[in-house]
Every structure is written in structure tokens, then in C-alpha cells.
């Protein structure tokens, strides 16, 4: 792909700077010293900094404490994650409906904090099924979500990726947890998370920044450069996590990123010099 970056000022200039996690600040265990740097970086010369994570299997303050202990000096306010941006679609769209979760507990948890009315099993109805990274799932609970979908009840599921890093091979997600909902009862949900507008709209709310003066940083096309190229923000990939060289030969220009590095140490290196 003949690929140029644009001018590094169209982004230095901007004021909200979207870290995805995985890939992108660390990978597995080993935390990229680098972005702390370029982190650091950014805080003190005024920019402010946001992590966006579609994992919505560990809640947030899980990723506080993470974060942390990596060294990143973070706050609740600082990140955000697929899970927020369900429960405020779930608020704005299916307020007092009865939803049925495909979950973990930690998720659950979050969405009964958020007022969500969380059905069971073994209800006759429920109007909402919401599909996610479920690491405790079981077959009577993707049977009771396909009973439910069968039934009538709308879809939707908090993130599209297909796969999760781990430290050796990657581990089904909730991409692929829909897909075998999908194979069972012929429907397909409404993903939020990214790339979806729903996300960009939501930071946007919350951190009080048009998109026009946001960036996203991630290693994943299909959400972290998508939710950018797609949204109208500015979309930078690093090479330091899923994505090889061989992935960006097919890619459209409507989903390609306005910059690509090695990895945030050349984007630090490039805006705030050696
Ligand atoms: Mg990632």
C-alpha cells in the first residue's frame, strides 16, 4: 500500500488523545515504556488523554488498578469501555425494558448499577437481548438468549471483535459468541463499541470535545482505525500489536488511517522531538 502520512501538526494540534489498550500501550504483560512516555507527554504539555477498551468482560475500576500498576497513572474518568456506551444506549433507547444479559458477572454488575432491568432465564419475554464477552457463558444461557431472540427480542451486543489477545493464542470473543447466537436463530445484532458512531458520539458527550479535535490510537483495523475513518475522527495505527504489513494491501481508502507509526514511540518521538 503507498501509504503518507499527513503533516504530523494536524495532530499534535488535537486535544483528546484515544488510547485502545491491548496491543497499543501493552501486549500481554509487557507494558510498552514508551507510551507511558508519550502519555506523560501529553498530559504535561495540557492535551488530555482517554483509554478505550471494547472488552466489556472487567469493569472499569479492574482496569484503573491495571493500568496502574503498569504505570500509567490513570483515573475512572480517564477510561471508558463498551459496557458504558451499551448501558447509555440501553438508557436512551430501552429505558424500563427488560433485558437479558450474555454476560460475565463483573458486566452484570455494572448494568444493574446503571439501573438496567435485568431479566432471567426462565421469564416468558424479554425485550432486549444484549450479547458480550461472556467468559462464564453456558449452554442454558446461550439457550435462554436464543429462546429470547426467537421470540422477538432485539439484538445487540456491546463489541464486534472476534478474537481477544492473550499471551499465547487468541480467545474467542463476542464476535464470536453472535456469530453462533446468529447461526442458531437467524438474526444478527446491533454491535456498539467500536467502530460504531455510538462510541465517538459518547466521548464526545462526556469528555465535551467535538470529534474534530479527537484522535484514536489502536493496532485493530475493523475497530480502533474504523471507529476513526468511519466517524469522521482522526484514525492512527501502530504496528505494534494485531495488524502486519500484509493486512494494508487490500485496504480501502474509507477505512484507512490518516497516520501510521512502527509504534507510539515514533508518534512521540515525531511531536515532541528525540
Ligand atoms: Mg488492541
Known amino acids: 500500500m503507498e501509504f503518507q502520512n499527513k503533516p504530523i501538526e494536524n495532530l499534535a494540534n488535537k486535544k483528546l488523545f484515544i488510547f ?3 496491543g497499543t500501550i501493552y501486549l500481554g504483560s509487557r507494558v510498552f515504556d514508551y507510551a507511558i512516555r508519550f502519555i506523560k507527554n501529553l ?19 479492574t482496569y484503573v488498578d491495571r493500568l496502574n500498576r503498569m504505570g500509567f497513572e490513570t483515573c475512572r474518568e480517564e477510561i471508558m469501555s463498551s459496557a458504558d456506551v451499551t448501558a447509555a444506549y440501553l438508557k436512551k433507547h430501552y429505558a424500563g425494558k427488560r433485558v437479558y444479559l450474555l454476560g460475565n458477572s463483573d458486566l452484570y454488575g455494572y448494568m444493574k448499577e446503571q439501573g438496567v432491568l435485568l431479566a432471567g432465564e426462565n421469564e416468558d419475554n424479554v425485550d432486549v437481548v444484549v450479547s458480550s464477552f461472556d467468559t462464564e457463558m453456558t449452554y442454558q444461557k446461550v439457550t435462554a438468549a436464543c429462546r429470547y431472540l426467537l421470540k422477538g ?4 451486543s456491546t463489541h464486534p471483535d472476534f478474537v481477544c489477545p492473550t499471551e499465547s493464542l487468541p480467545i474467542p470473543d463476542s464476535g464470536a459468541i453472535c456469530a453462533m447466537l446468529t447461526a442458531a436463530t437467524g438474526k444478527t445484532p446491533k454491535y456498539l463499541g467500536k467502530p460504531y458512531a455510538e462510541t465517538v458520539e459518547m466521548i464526545e458527550l462526556v469528555k465535551g470535545y467535538d470529534r474534530s479535535e479527537m484522535c484514536i490510537f489502536g493496532d485493530r483495523l475493523y475497530t480502533d482505525i474504523a471507529l476513526g475513518a468511519h466517524n469522521g475522527m482522526c484514525a492512527v495505527l501502530v504496528m505494534s500489536g494485531e495488524t502486519v504489513e500484509e493486512d494494508l494491501g487490500g485496504l480501502a481508502p474509507e477505512d484507512a488511517p490518516e497516520y501510521i507509526f512502527p509504534s507510539l514511540d515514533e508518534v512521540d518521538r515525531a511531536i515532541f522531538g528525540e
Open 20 to 22: 485502545d489498550m491491548d
Open 153 to 156: 427480542a432485539v439484538f445487540l
Open 43 to 61: 498530559r504535561a504539555s495540557g492535551r488530555e488523554v482517554m483509554f478505550f477498551t471494547n472488552n466489556a468482560s472487567r469493569s472499569v475500576s
